[in-house]
């Protein structure tokens, strides 16, 4: 006869065991197991109604904050810096059109490039101030802003100069010609006759009065003189880079932060007028840049990203479970238990934080990815049980065996994103409330609603398989009586894993790097990632600069002077640029010059105009003037020997009036005569635009393109500061603000938010990286209460770890501001397949391990894992491609690791050998 011990039955009747006394484990899911088989609509009804509540708080109360700065806790002392700074001065993150005068590079000698820019730049404001979604649009300082402020940026010599011809400035303002003209031949008459009788100042004030005067008349003339007379008003200055190739249009969009996409209506409409424009200018291109449509056209590229990787994912992970498990029902069951935890989530969110962030957006990725997988080892177990035991025997069987693995699992990835809470990154903190808390609410509800929902579903159904009915009275597992494997090939495994481990680690210490530069993240051929580029190899880019805020013109020269001294600082921007510092002298000259404005009567018809005589006894008194200071100011001589030219020029046109002219003629003299009088008229209406900004407030005079960056509402000054080189890299974004704050330590603006911000996660990555590990070590500890089982789970998390790292290493791919969350959270999740099989080897008493379905779940896990994440390759994204290839990469070392390293290590300690005696249910 065959011996009994050779092949032993399915199922063996065990050896009566003395009682023992029940674990808390065992307490807890007997009487978990108790309520879902009493209970089961009880729950699903529970579970339904704070589903819905869940989605009804959400949809009330869970907005989005889709505003950068929302990231940084605002208790932050940079930060606190910062938003005052925008309270005081306003937002001044604008966008900016950019038109290239000179799209291939060349020199463009006659200046057509510069016209049509110019022109361009016209257009697209005309264009853009038509928006009603713009509050702001500049892209030129107009001739009656630079009047407004002339007083104020006039050089002292020529302010002087001109307040010395008050009298001739105040004729000029009363708009009358026949006054000014009669008033400059009279000045000129008096110094001719009796010059040498006054004294010098006399003297220059009656000459400097009638020359003003005169100089004006002349330019009506149109040839131009050496100067621009008052009634010529200054060309229109463009906003312009150094090397003046670049022009620049600001555009403040309205910002709706609660919205994902903050500016996407007027970014669209912008873009159309720029392509309207950009086809009527073809010998000049066109672009946009700055951090607003930077951030807009990166959210745009995510949000695409993120709708292709979660469809692709879920299709993908959907497809695995029909497959995997044959049917649609269990999935399907899965799916809806899935879908509860996820109204329960986006309720706790609103309770919890209160809105979405930028980064907390990704939670649920987060959940598709992981927190499917719990439903996949109850469900697997499920079927694994169903082949032996009735459907209540085996709800009890998945409370017994998968669940412990579930809390555990749930625990170590839910701790990986809670100690986000540990950290000063404010959008990582609320990431890792919400996806910490969705987890274990996966967890939950893949423990309690889907054994219930597939015990409702289930219940009067017979055994699934073919094998004979166990006893009820207990789950004996089968044990494999063959002889334990040598400890040699486990030897030799374990070697050659330890070797690879530490060749990856070795290699990421020396190879792997940390990419700081946000701009290498965003989608290759990003237009707007391009024209940053450009701006800045033209020349320093505005849209980075460093604020000092000072209290006076003093200390804007102070701060200007400073920063001559640091290197990397490229060039400032004060209100320096555009005034000159007050003094005793300007005060005095401004008075004077506004003073005879305001004074100035206003102009009326007179009975008697001026004649051309008039006029020509006022040419031939500048003439004589002009040769008698010859020799003592030649060149000064020689001009007003030119305006004497002009005026007679003039004059002749205004004579051929006589009996024998004929219409043309005639014509001509009444367009001189008129020439004469508008000359008179626009200097007229120079002067008082000059004399209404001298009398207003300093920010009012401002021109409105410069105003809000130059002077705050509260009268203070902001210097801004840009930097001399790529304040994208890290070093030198590093080396500019240190050499900001060397000059004022409360500087702060973009740079510092951006550099503390990233310093900020850096500690929060190395931070987070060494909690995770703990914790996970700690919870490990406690569920299993094993030394040697927690040291065999850590084992594989470093293993697989160090695979992830090395790989990373090989491939180029860099840790960056994306993917470095990637690594703690791979501890949470990494830790998983070696957790239940850990548990599963405990359930078995001695010989072979068979890891039967919980070697299918942690396969299968595993793979929704990476699939979740790893759709994300798929990203244009380079920021978000890297952490779908982190996340996959990981995933699948991770497997590898349990797969090999756990059962290696199970064997080598003496778990197959080990037989359990009576009453003894585990191994150590």
């Not at 802003?145 to 008050?166: K, P, V």
């Not at 001719?192 to 009506?220: Q, W």
């Not at 994902?260 to 946009?288: D, S, T």
Request: with cysteine; net charge neutral.
């Amino acid at each position: 006869m065959p011996d009994p011990a050779a092949s032993p039955p399915p199922f063996s009747t065990p050896r009566p065991r003395p009682p023992r006394a029940w674990s808390w484990r065992e307490f807890w899911t007997r009487r978990l197991a108790d309520l879902v088989l009493r209970a089961p609509w009880t729950i699903l009804a529970i579970s339904a109604a704070l589903a819905i509540g869940g989605a009804v708080l959400a949809w009330r109360g869970l907005g989005l904050d889709a505003d950068t700065n929302s990231l940084i806790a605002p208790d932050r002392p940079f930060m606190k810096l910062y938003r005052a700074f925008l309270e005081e001065f306003g937002d001044l993150e604008y966008l900016y059109v950019v038109v290239d005068s000179r799209p291939s590079g060349g020199e463009d000698p006659d200046d057509r490039g510069r016209r049509a820019a110019e022109s361009a730049v016209d257009e697209l404001i005309e264009g853009l101030r038509s928006i009603p979604s713009l509050p702001a649009v500049h892209g030129r300082i107009e001739p009656s802003e630079q009047l407004r402020l002339a007083t104020r940026a006039m050089e002292i010599d020529r302010l002087e100069a001109l307040a010395t011809a008050s009298g001739g400035v105040g004729d000029l303002a009363s708009g009358d010609a026949t006054t000014a003209i009669r008033g400059a031949s009279e000045r000129l008459a008096t110094l001719l006759s009796r010059g040498l009788a006054l004294d010098d100042r006399a003297r220059r004030t009656l000459a400097a009065e009638a020359i003003l005067v005169l100089d004006v008349v002349a330019s009506a003339e149109g040839t131009g003189g050496a100067e621009p007379s008052l009634a010529e008003p200054p060309d229109p200055q463009y906003l312009r880079s150094d090397t003046g190739r670049m022009y620049f249009v600001a555009v403040m969009p309205a910002k709706d932060f609660g919205r994902l996409e903050a500016i996407a209506e007027p970014l669209a409409a912008i873009r159309k007028v720029v392509a309207e424009v950009a086809a009527r200018h073809p010998e000049v291109e066109i672009g946009l840049t700055g951090k607003p449509v930077l951030q807009a056209d990166e959210l745009s590229t995510t949000n695409e990203d993120m709708r292709l990787a979660t469809g692709i994912s879920f299709s993908i992970v959907a497809g695995l479970f029909v497959v995997v498990f044959r049917g649609l029902r269990r999935p399907l069951l899965a799916i809806i238990a899935f879908a509860m935890a996820f109204a329960w989530t986006c309720g706790v969110a609103a309770l919890l934080v209160g809105h979405l962030n930028l980064l907390s957006i990704v939670f649920t990725l987060v959940l598709v990815g992981v927190g499917l997988d719990y439903g996949v080892h109850v469900v697997a177990r499920f079927m694994e049980a169903r082949r032996r035991r009735l459907a209540s025997g085996a709800i009890r069987d998945v409370m017994r065996t998968a669940v412990p693995g579930n809390v555990t699992g749930s625990l170590t990835s839910a701790a990986a994103f809670l100690l986000a809470l540990t950290t000063t990154f404010e959008g990582l903190r609320e990431l890792g409330v919400i996806a910490g808390s969705g987890l274990l609410l996966c967890a939950l509800a893949m423990c309690v609603v889907l054994p219930a929902l597939l015990w409702l579903t289930e219940r009067r159904g017979r055994r699934s398989a073919r094998e004979p009915l166990p006893p009820p009275s207990a789950v004996v597992e089968t044990v494999a009586r063959r002889r334990p494997p040598a400890r040699a090939p486990d030897v030799l495994l374990l070697a050659a894993v330890g070797l690879v481990t530490l060749a990856g680690i070795v290699l990421a210490a020396r190879s792997l790097r940390f990419e700081t530069n946000l701009l290498e993240l965003q989608a290759e051929g990003l237009p707007s990632v391009e024209w940053e580029h450009r701006v800045f190899d033209d020349s320093v880019s505005a849209s980075w600069f460093g604020a000092i805020v000072v209290p006076d013109l003093a200390g804007a020269a102070r701060v200007v002077d400073a920063a001559k001294d640091h290197p990397e600082i490229g060039r400032t921007a004060s209100i320096l640029d555009l005034i000159r510092p007050e003094d005793d002298r300007r005060i005095a000259a401004r008075a004077r010059i506004r003073s005879a404005i305001e004074q100035a009567p206003a102009a009326s018809v007179a009975s008697d105009r001026w004649t051309p005589a008039e006029l020509s006894t006022a040419a031939d008194r500048l003439a004589l003037l002009a040769r008698a200071a010859a020799s003592q100011a030649p060149e000064e001589s020689r001009r007003l020997l030119a305006t004497s030219e002009r005026l007679r020029r003039l004059i002749d046109r205004l004579e051929k009036t006589g009996a024998d002219a004929d219409a043309d003629d005639a014509h001509d003299a009444h367009d001189a005569r008129a020439a004469i009088d508008v000359a008179i008229e626009s200097a007229s209406s120079n002067l008082r635009l000059m004399a209404e900004g001298d009398g207003a407030r300093l920010r009012e005079a401002l021109p409105a393109a410069l105003r809000d960056q130059m002077m705050a509402p509260s009268g203070r000054f902001l210097v801004r500061l840009m930097p001399n080189g790529d304040a994208w890299s890290l070093e030198p974004l590093e080396r500019f603000v240190e050499a900001i704050r060397s000059i004022d330590p409360q500087a702060t603006g973009v740079p510092m938010t951006q550099l503390e911000s990233i310093r900020d996660m850096t500690r929060a990555f190395m931070q987070m990286a060494i909690l995770a590990f703990l914790a996970v070590a700690i919870l490990v500890w406690l569920d299993f209460r094993s030394v040697l089982a927690t040291l065999v789970c850590l084992c594989t998390l470093v293993v697989g770890l160090g695979w992830t790292l090395g790989a990373m290493a090989a491939s180029g791919t860099s840790l960056n501001l994306a993917n470095f969350f990637a690594v703690p959270i791979l501890m949470g999740l990494g830790i998983d397949s070696s957790v239940h099989l850990v548990h599963r080897a405990r359930e078995q008493r001695g010989g072979r391990i068979r890891y039967g379905a919980t070697a299918k779940a942690v396969v299968l896990t595993a793979a929704t894992t990476a699939i979740g994440f790893g759709a994300l390759v798929f990203a244009s994204h380079r920021g978000l491609q890297t952490l779908g290839m982190v996340m996959l990469v990981g995933s699948i070392a991770c497997l590898g690791a349990a797969m090999l390293v756990v059962p290696s290590l199970l064997r080598l300690a003496g778990w197959e050998r080990r037989r359990a005696a009576p009453g003894e249910g585990r191994a150590p």
